[in-house]
């Protein structure tokens, strides 16, 4: 019999697509997992229409799969971020059928993803899962995404994270990722996309969908929060290949990913910026590091200047300036 797991999906003013995940994660062939939705203190009614699709009432279609309405209603467990389970919450909650059940968990404040993920990540924990799925909430999954991810984990313990072949949610055919490297002088990261047929080692993993063995949190701790948003998965998978474990993509499980617009705005611009300097001053050696700041401040760094002023973008360019001063000077 598989073990239990859970799977947490973040939401944040995004309902419409995490009703489509949930729909695609309730039909899947795998029997024991509870979803433990996160919201991230939303103010576009998500949590409102969350429970209409609990209901039964909100319907979702998709061109992934076709709704189904046999485990309507679902059994909603709701809790603040602030929480604290009694052994009769517990069993409630573990007893309950997988597809008939939803974990709610109102956050006061937005906490970003990493942040935001760990509050699911130590309610994971206090149900005593030796399993957590970290999953986007813009993605949807194959029916037998979670039987293949899981297979790996269970016959070598050398695994500490996990991630499926990622395709384009618009373009189904076409890979988004499967696994990902950095480029250590220059601070950026790019995206495997080869067909690969085996279990294949990686530097990293998408965010998006991350399947973590507990004894992997217990060694290394939860989720980086000094990012807020970007860079966080990639972080946790370097530190988990540090402390010994290995980080793999198994091609035979598969999620489609809706991929945002990369187009420039300043909190993109700002993070990005900042937060590769966070990264690089953790991990990179002293010869990389002095190789990255010298490209960032002569290459980069004119580029970004004839690029956004070019655009006539001044808000920009001053977000990428702060990025990279409160990089270069962040405590972690």
Not at 12 to 24: P, R
Not at 36 to 59: F, H, P, R
């Amino acid at each position: 019999m598989y073990p239990n797991i859970s799977i947490i999906i973040l939401n944040w003013n995004g309902w419409e697509d995490t009703l489509e995940c949930l729909e695609s994660i309730y039909q899947i062939n795998y029997a024991n997992y509870t979803v433990i939705l996160v919201d991230n203190n939303s103010n576009d009614d998500s949590l409102l229409n969350i429970k209409k699709y609990c209901s039964g009432e909100l319907k979702v279609n998709s061109k992934f799969f076709y709704y189904k309405n046999q485990n309507k209603p679902i059994k909603i467990f709701e809790y603040s971020n602030c929480f604290h389970l009694s052994h009769e919450e517990k069993l409630s909650i573990c007893n309950t059928e997988s597809n008939n059940k939803l974990v709610i968990i109102k956050n006061d404040k937005n906490y970003g993803y990493a942040e935001g993920n760990n509050v699911g990540l130590r309610f994971s924990l206090e149900l005593g899962y030796d399993f957590i799925l970290v999953l986007n909430n813009d993605t949807v999954v194959h029916k037998d995404f979670l039987n293949k991810l899981i297979y790996p984990m269970i016959h070598k313990k050398s695994i500490g994270i996990i991630g499926p072949k990622i395709y384009h949610y618009n373009t189904p055919n076409q890979i988004f990722s499967t696994g990902g490297k950095v480029n250590w002088y220059k601070g950026t990261n790019l995206a495997i996309k080869k067909d690969f047929k085996i279990l294949n080692d990686v530097e990293y993993v998408s965010g998006c969908c991350m399947l973590i063995r507990k004894d992997l949190i217990d060694a290394i701790g939860l989720l980086p929060n000094d990012y807020f948003l970007y860079v966080e998965e990639i972080d946790y998978c370097i530190k988990a290949k540090i402390n010994s474990f290995r980080v793999v993509n198994y091609p035979k499980s598969i999620i489609w990913h809706k991929i945002s617009s990369t187009s420039a705005n300043e909190g993109r611009e700002y993070y990005i910026t900042r937060n590769w300097f966070i990264f690089m001053r953790k991990y990179a050696s002293s010869q990389t590091l002095i190789v990255f700041i010298l490209w960032t401040i002569t290459i980069h760094l004119i580029y970004k200047t004839f690029f956004i002023l070019y655009k006539n973008n001044s808000k920009t360019y001053k977000a990428h300036l702060r990025g990279l001063y409160e990089g270069l000077f962040y405590k972690y």
